[in-house]
């Protein structure tokens, strides 16, 4: 079992800057990847940005060259930059992660709301 919390979230005005965190505990050695995905009112959920254990990382077309995701491995850690943001970002983010099995591991969100 892996376990997910997320960290960060908030209300920015547009154009400002937040950095979402997600701490990953439990059976993290068998970790592939990791991602943050969001949920819209009236949305499907969709993915965000993801990293593999080799620092590949992947980004929707609506937050390349604004959202970067990295990872810190010492602290189990992964991070959401998110810069110049729109209030069409605002959503619930969740943090993602998949193990050598396939399976899925889910946080309970985090709100992140841009408006001014």
């Known amino acids: 079992q892996v376990q997910l919390v997320e960290s960060g979230g908030g209300l920015v005005q547009p154009g400002g800057s937040l950095r979402l965190s997600c701490a990953a505990s439990?059976?993290?050695?068998?970790?592939?990847?990791m991602g943050w995905y969001r949920q819209a009112p009236g949305k499907e959920r969709e993915l965000v940005a993801s990293i593999t254990s080799r620092d590949r990382t992947n980004y929707a077309d609506s937050v390349k060259g604004r959202f970067t995701i990295s990872r810190d491995n010492a602290k189990n850690t992964v991070y959401l930059q998110m810069n110049s943001l729109k209030p069409e970002d605002t959503a619930v983010y969740y943090c993602?992660?998949?193990?050598?099995?396939?399976?899925?591991?889910w946080g309970r969100g985090s709100q992140v709301t841009v408006s001014s």
């Open positions: 439990g059976s993290i050695f068998s970790i592939n990847a």
């Open positions: 993602n992660a998949v193990n050598s099995m396939g399976d899925d591991y």
